[in-house]
């Protein structure tokens, strides 16, 4: 995702945004729609019921529930600890989706993100929109008529693969990509992705581990483990954690760098939010 500007050392700036440029990092708190009573190990009813493991498939993924999605964001770089409360704003329907991130920097204001588009059963998530602000906004239409990236920012356009995703749409993708093949999917199994950010893409390619079982502050929980695959011995190493819940939620990312640099997000919380209204 993007994130250039940090009242922190220099370097810290630069590590966000590689990682960002990569993949998704999340947002302060808001108000939200729902509470629920506590259960007797300390989860809420609907936090139990929302982490409660399913056996993938396409129908499961579609019974999956619009949440919002809080993290721990813990990090270092040149050996400078740093700690930034995360959060996802995700939205589904039958045939629509809209995903929103915020992140707050202390002092210089919240970069936002937006994606949205439709819901295709073959296909899973297919971005129409990417937004992404901070001070200025850039937007990406995926222009799917002409097979075009229109990106505001430049009056070039880029070819537009079927398979694109953008930066903040690709956790969800994954996740469908896992539901649709499980029957087939065998560890090791990779699927290449056309990685959109707010002026260029680049072709990336994911690989499927398996079965891992994590300690994350809301609790202990299954998931499925994926690396984004490096195109170099200096590159920035990605892991990936998805619960093993209807959709295949993101429970971890974890980004690393050659230097010992490092950022790890960790669920620590979640609450359900009303669904996405389809356009009449």
């Not at 400078?80 to 989706?97: G, L, R």
């Not at 430049?154 to 469908?176: I, K, M, N, W, Y």
């Amino acid at each position: 995702m993007t994130l250039a500007i940090n009242p922190f050392p220099k370097s810290f700036s630069a590590l966000f945004a590689r990682t960002l440029l990569h993949f998704i990092v999340i947002t302060p708190s808001f108000l939200l729609a729902f509470s629920a009573k506590a259960t007797d190990d300390g989860l809420s009813a609907h936090t139990s019921a929302f982490l409660t493991p399913v056996t993938p498939s396409t129908l499961s993924w579609q019974q999956q529930e619009s949440v919002h999605l809080h993290y721990d964001l813990v990090g270092e770089t040149h050996h400078f600890p740093y700690n930034v409360p995360a959060d996802i704003d995700w939205q589904i329907s039958p045939t629509q989706y809209k995903v929103k991130l915020e992140i707050s920097q202390l002092f210089l204001g919240t970069k936002t993100q937006i994606s949205q588009g439709d819901v295709l059963p073959k296909t899973g998530i297919t971005p129409q929109l990417f937004i992404d602000k901070f001070r200025s906004e850039d937007q990406v239409v995926f222009n799917r008529t002409r097979d075009l990236l229109e990106y505001s920012s430049t009056s070039t356009t880029e070819h537009l693969e079927p398979f694109a995703q953008d930066q903040l749409s690709v956790t969800f993708q994954l996740g469908f990509w896992i539901a649709q093949n499980f029957s087939q999917l065998l560890n090791g199994a990779t699927m290449t992705v056309q990685l959109v950010a707010k002026n260029h893409f680049e072709m990336r390619e994911f690989k499927f581990i398996g079965s891992e079982t994590l300690t994350l502050p809301i609790g202990k929980v299954d998931t499925f483990k994926i690396v984004r695959l490096p195109r170099s011995d200096d590159d920035q190493h990605a892991t990936v954690w998805l619960l093993k819940n209807h959709g295949l939620t993101l429970g971890r990312l974890l980004l690393e760098e050659k230097n010992g640099d490092f950022i790890d997000q960790k669920l620590s919380q979640l609450d359900l939010i009303p669904g996405l209204k389809l356009a009449e």
